[in-house]
């Protein structure tokens, strides 16, 4: 039997999709090699053109139907470039090199949880709801980490002075992208659908508004976003836990307390639901 099947061997890979896959693994490689060459506001910027490049090959291989395996592992691997090693060397080398074992416990903790994020989300990509993410992306986490660099560095500020937040940001974003949190996925959003012109109109502001400044602006929108989930979360258990508080029959004190008889006691032959 031979070690591959003339089938197997005659199928051949989609080239436009893994060619943006490409791309975004090549940006996150960029990334890595300026920040090693200490220009670290490059190094950031190809994060975040990886990031624009990741999205583009999901898409593209869903409107012209040439989704494969061989896409969605070779995805996985760049993404673990491009959004797990790049972002954590940028930040280990720009301002948690001077932490000493702090700064690489930090680094690796980014590292670690984007793997981990990214393997869950291969095992659990049929069982779960298509229009949230289980934990923070591990993209968005990477324009955490690569937005506060360029930022720093926009404002005329070095490493060592942000190393604090720095290091309180990757954490947290490494501990996000593990936790089961749930972030809006943006996948429920139809682009062959029509929509308003206000929509259009809509999108022209948005990158009016990243245009103005960008490191600030886009920084700011991946911090709302990641902070977004944290607050759904709050609410849901909110109202989880007033719902059970409502559902709660009143105590004795409580019917003491505002002057009402206690509730009669329950038939041991009544039906019981």
Known sequence: MPLITPDKRRRGIYILPNLFTTAALFAGFYAIVQAMDQRFEIAAV????????????????????TQSEFGAEYDSLSDMVSFGAAPAL????????????LGWVAAFIYCAGAALRLARFNTNIS????????????????????????????????????????????????LSMVSNVLFWSGKSINLRKSVPFIVVLAVVLVFALISSYPPGILFGLFLAYAASGYVMWAL???????KRAGTMPPTATDNQASGAEP???????????
């Open 46 to 65: 190809a994060i975040f053109v990886a990031m624009v490049l990741d999205g583009l090959d999901g898409r593209i291989a869903r409107l012209t139907h």
């Open 90 to 101: 940028v930040m280990y080398e720009w301002a948690l090199r001077d932490l000493g074992k």
């Open 127 to 174: 069982v779960v709801d298509k229009r949230y993410f289980q934990g923070l992306p591990s993209p968005a986490a990477a324009a955490l980490t690569a937005g506060l660099v360029w930022v720093g560095i926009d404002n005329g500020f070095s490493g060592d002075e942000l190393s604090g937040y720095a290091c309180v940001l990757t954490i947290f974003a490494g």
């Open 236 to 242: 849901r258990w909110k109202r989880r836990k007033d």
């Open 263 to 273: 509730p009669a006691a329950a038939d041991d032959d009544a039906p019981r639901s």
